[in-house]
DNA sequence: CACTACATGTAGTATTACTACTCATTGATC
DNA sequence: GATCAATGAGTAGTAATACTACATGTAGTG
């Protein structure tokens, strides 16, 4: 299981991430490859867009930076950010224990009413 | 939190739902309805849609029925689709347990290396 | 008669994450 | 000295998905 659909939480993971300090989309995309032991692998055409937009929602904040002769664009989370991964942390919860009860096998049960 | 998206895993809940027997529509909206305690309720313009997706895909049958004046479109499990709906619990098994993983707060960290 | 529950469906849209590129620098290898 | 991998950022175009908002019709209830 390689590039798994984040499927609509990429934005919380990114905020994430952001959590334990400034970061720029290189290093967010190495971070999570770390962090998930290789599982998640996301493409760059999937990571820049993403950031971009959490930019002009105002979840993070952006700035250039140089180092090594390389221009990083270095990310922040703003206080919108902040709570959006609060709230987003809440709504995976509800999400992950009603799909995964859905998931359970049910009893064989009545079928047609 | 009501017509909260499924983003993705909508189909192993329908398959899910099949799984307890032959069942219509409408049906498998209220047995979501049901089993999720209101969480899950989806429009039918998501429902239908995805049905006619998994007949495509031949991971369920559908057959015409009628009942009392009322025709309904029957669908049950193919062993295709009993196949995809393991592939699927295992599939979530995984991506859950990543998100969770990721969404989790990390030690404040080192930012830039 | 009007309204609700039952029952199926489509058209059009917004969002999302993907592939497949482009461009540029640095450091290691041949 | 050339070539390649890693670092670093980005876009264009596409496919999939679930949504809103509608159309259509029957059965039963107040």
Do not use: C, N
């Amino acid at each position: 299981m390689k590039a798994e659909a984040l499927k609509g939480h990429l934005d919380g993971i990114l905020l994430a991430v952001l959590e334990a300090g400034p970061r720029h989309g290189y290093a967010i995309m190495e971070a999570l490859r770390v962090r998930s032991g290789g599982q998640v692998d996301l493409p760059t055409g999937t990571v820049y867009p993403a950031l971009h937009r959490l930019e002009r929602a105002g979840l993070v904040r952006a700035s250039w930076s140089e180092a090594g002769g390389r221009r990083r664009r270095v990310y922040e989370l703003t206080t919108a950010g902040r709570r959006a991964l609060d709230t987003e942390r809440g709504t995976w919860q509800d999400f992950s224990a009603a799909v995964t009860a859905l998931l359970r096998p049910a009893s064989p049960a009545a079928s047609l009413p």
